[in-house]
């Protein structure tokens, strides 16, 4: 049952809700009326009112910076080591990648390559360029911008794979003497990047997207409904 | 200069609708049967005019409950090795993880595998069940909050994906034998997908927000 999507056509003096004085409840959807330096709330629901997340720019910096640290214990340090018949085999999330290869199974090989290379340092370097191009005016379109962010809050947490994968592993592969799985300190630090860049994902407010070229746009008055009776 | 109308009070009711992702102000918007309305600038959907989920969503939610118990706490798989086996389910490998102080592994995967599924499928069921009953309660409001906030949080599919790629990477040095906690599991996962994107948030705020303003209005 597809049902059909209409798209109303976009006005031509176009006015955001925060120029209007008003402000959407994310939880609700009930659109109020702002007040000004205040703490509101929604009526409906009981959600804090917001025209834009607060802080949403350093926040979102805050917890890019701590996962891209962070990032780099996560891949130079040892993530599993297999101790099989009484012989160590520590690896790197790199090193699991390159010994699925040489199993043979390269899809599977490919998947967790995607999911634990690719997909963070896509992610972080995704979230800092919208940061950048909010700051310097980089030549994007907003659409390309809105795209791009929707695509890294989708993919972010298929990075937990190998993180699930380690505890299954872990957990299940423990005969002693004759093969023991264990997680190492990477296993710690890539599960708080991945924490982290879904954190930073969800503090940044796309709606800044728009708003920086729209600084100076004051002509708008607002008019109120004549009362009903 | 361009003039808005809006209402006198301090909620808006009338015909304005704002895009939650680039905040553009759209007014009077027909409303359409059995359609989605799609933000023009950044392709946001604003409304989804889609009646009668609430029930379905409820037999889903119900059902992965059901698929909750053998998940977790059934075998996922057997591993044999040298003569001798060895069987896990989610919860016993939580605990081996935790004896072996890896605090942030094991409360990571318990949380997002377990937990923050199991939470959000009692926060459905509650409010769903609530609602084709007829019954209200404040509570009602911030578990259906609560609900989606949870959302990314939850990693179930995730979870499922690690199983298969844990397989693969065991098969080379044992023999693995699928448990009913497997089954159980991607059932779990299957229903609880249909549960949430089955549900159409807007018609549980409707019927929420609607038996809300009998007791105060908003
Ligand atoms: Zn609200
Ligand atoms: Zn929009």
């Keep these: 049952m597809a049902s059909k999507t209409i798209t109303p056509t976009l006005p031509d003096k176009i006015i955001t809700g925060k120029e209007a004085g008003l402000v959407l409840c994310t939880e609700c959807h009930k659109v109020h009326r702002y007040i000004p330096d205040a703490e509101q709330e929604c009526k409906c629901c009981g959600a804090d009112l917001h025209q834009r997340k607060p802080d949403s720019i350093n926040r979102t910096w805050a917890f890019l910076i701590a996962s891209m640290i962070l990032y780099i214990p996560a891949n130079t340090m040892m993530i599993m080591n297999v101790a099989y018949f009484g012989a160590d085999e520590p690896s790197t999330i790199m090193g699991g990648v390159i010994l699925l290869l040489q199993m043979g199974s390269h899809a599977v090989a490919f998947v967790v390559f995607v999911a634990s290379v690719l997909v963070p340092l896509f992610k972080m370097i995704g979230i800092m360029l919208i940061l950048f191009s909010l700051k310097y005016k980089v030549n994007m379109t907003d659409r390309q911008r809105i795209k791009m962010f929707r695509f890294i809050e989708f993919i972010g947490r298929w990075s937990m794979l190998d993180i699930f994968v380690i505890s299954i592993l872990a957990a299940l592969v423990h005969i002693t003497g004759v093969a023991e799985i264990t997680a190492g300190p990477a296993a710690t630090a890539f599960g708080t990047v991945v924490v982290l860049t879904m954190l930073a994902a969800s503090s940044f407010d796309t709606r800044l997207l728009w708003d920086y070229k729209r600084k100076n746009y004051k002509n708008i008055e607002l008019k109120q409904e004549p009362a009903a009776d | ?218």
Excluded at chain 2, 61 to 86: D, H, K, N, R, W
Excluded at chain 2, 99 to 125: D, G, H, N
């Design chain 2, 1 to 218: 200069m361009q003039v808005v109308v809006i209402g006198r009070s301090q909620v808006i009711n009338s015909r304005i609708l704002l895009c939650h992702e680039c905040d553009l102000l759209i007014e009077n918007q027909d409303v359409c049967e059995a359609c989605k309305v799609q933000c023009p600038r950044c392709g946001h959907i604003l409304y989804k005019q889609k009646h009668n989920t609430i029930s379905h969503s409820l037999a889903y939610a119900l059902t992965a409950l059901i698929c909750f118990y053998p998940a977790v706490t059934q075998p996922i798989m057997t591993l044999e090795m040298s003569g001798l086996s060895q069987q896990q389910s989610l919860i016993s490998g939580s605990l081996i993880l935790l004896q072996e102080k890896y605090y942030v592994v094991a409360i990571l995967t318990f949380l997002s595998s377990c937990l923050v599924p199991l939470f959000r499928l009692l926060l459905l069921t509650y409010v769903t069940l609530s609602i084709t009953l007829n019954y209200y309660h404040k509570s009602l409001i911030w578990s259906f909050r609560l609900f989606h906030e949870m959302e990314e949080w939850g990693m179930l599919e995730v979870y499922m994906l690690g199983i298969i790629v844990a397989v693969v990477k065991l098969l080379s040095m044992a023999e693995i034998q699928p448990g009913f906690g497997l089954w159980a599991y991607a059932a779990l996962l299957l229903s609880s997908i249909l549960a949430t994107t089955v549900l159409n948030p807007h018609e549980v705020w409707d019927a929420l927000l609607d038996r809300k303003t009998r007791e105060e209005p908003c």
